[in-house]
């Protein structure tokens, strides 16, 4: 991404995110983007709502991006739109946008027979490419990546600098895949032996990546046991993910660092799944569901909804206090339904006059 964004006057800038001007000088000129706090006399910057709205009367930003109630508040000038998140994200890429790689490949890069190259695709220093793999039109290969014998990229695909894709690996349209990810490494199969030990199960599927797929940094997804693990259009995974073979997530999906997809697990389309998530292998996820933190997902989810597993933080010796009684839940319940039996055996019978 660029360092450097050219001024931009605000009526071309409302004009770009859909936006409806409240201004003084349409004219005014924005050279950049910055937070609400910190953001100086010629940055733009965004507020929705909730904490963020104490700003309103001390931010020294050119102009905000606000929500209509928040406008009709705010004596400065403003851009006015329903969703200014996705406003302001739109901004971001109208001063930043991609950087821009010619067409080449570099001479360090080593490839295999048979390998074949789109027009206007980069490859950068060091990139090995195997036998028999296709990259299509304006793809861009960051230096130092390892791409297998047999895979497929896509159209103006991205893998940044240091990415692994094993044999067979697909990658769709658009997609971008951050540094230290790795697709297509074997998945965790082993068969116990009467010994003790463990016989390796060789892993013979692939990955397949829809278009419009984002990999977060040093996440992982492993290549099917049998079959496919395959990863929907439009899916978001952050950064430390791991999703084991055979998964399958769909499109749309958004799943935020650091959660763990145990193998065969079938997650529905449009599902946000936030950090530190534990899914549970060959369980099913509806469509629409979201799952909150650090939650642990043991059985499927049948319908759309708002789950959340685990408990939230508290001070230590509390914490320890609930823990003893955690255990003794068992032996409460039992003696609470026996009590109740007694209570009711005590009372004598009522009968209505």
Request: charged residues 15%; hydrophobic residues 45%; aromatic residues 6%.
């Amino acid at each position: 991404m660029s360092t450097v964004a050219l001024a931009k006057t605000l009526e071309s800038i409302a004009t770009y995110c859909g936006a409806e001007l409240k201004a003084t000088d349409p004219n005014k000129l924005i050279s950049g983007v910055a937070a609400v706090d910190l953001a100086q006399a010629h940055e733009l910057s965004y507020i929705r709502g909730g904490q963020y709205r104490q700003f309103l009367t001390s931010t020294k930003a050119g102009a905000l991006i606000l929500p209509p109630d928040l406008a009709a508040e705010y004596s400065g000038d403003c851009l006015i739109h329903k969703d200014p998140y996705l406003a302001y994200a739109q901004v971001v890429t109208l001063f930043y946008p991609p950087k821009a790689f010619p067409s080449a490949i570099h001479p360090t890069a080593v490839m295999g027979e048979h390998v074949s190259i789109a027009d206007g695709v980069h490859i950068g220093a060091y990139v090995v490419i195997g036998a028999g793999t296709e990259i299509a039109a304006n793809a861009i290969i960051g230096a130092h990546t390892v791409i297998g014998a047999g895979c497929r990229i896509g159209a103006d695909t991205l893998l940044h600098p240091h990415v692994t894709l094993a044999d067979d690996t697909e990658v769709g349209e658009r997609c971008i895949i951050h540094s230290g990810a790795v697709l297509g490494a074997d998945g965790f199969g082993f068969a116990p032996q009467r010994d003790g030990t463990w016989y390796k199960i060789p892993q013979v599927g692939k990955v397949v990546l829809g278009n419009d797929v984002e990999i977060g940094a040093n996440t992982t997804i492993d290549r099917a046991a049998l079959g496919v693990t395959r990863i929907g259009d439009g899916v978001k995974l952050d950064n430390l993910i791991q999703v084991g073979h055979n998964t399958e997530i769909g499109a749309h999906t958004a799943v935020a660092a650091c959660t763990a997809i145990a193998g065969s697990a079938k997650i529905g389309r449009f599902c946000r799944i936030a950090g530190m998530c534990a899914i549970g292998g060959h369980l099913e996820i509806a469509d629409h569901v979201i799952i909150t933190a650090t939650s642990m997902v043991t059985h499927s989810i049948r319908h759309a909804g708002v789950y959340s597993a685990g408990t939230t933080i508290q001070e230590n010796s509390q914490w320890r206090k609930n823990a003893v009684r955690f255990h003794q839940l068992d032996k409460m319940a039992r003696r609470l339904a026996e009590l109740e039996k007694q209570m009711a055996a005590l009372q004598p019978d009522h009968k209505e006059l």
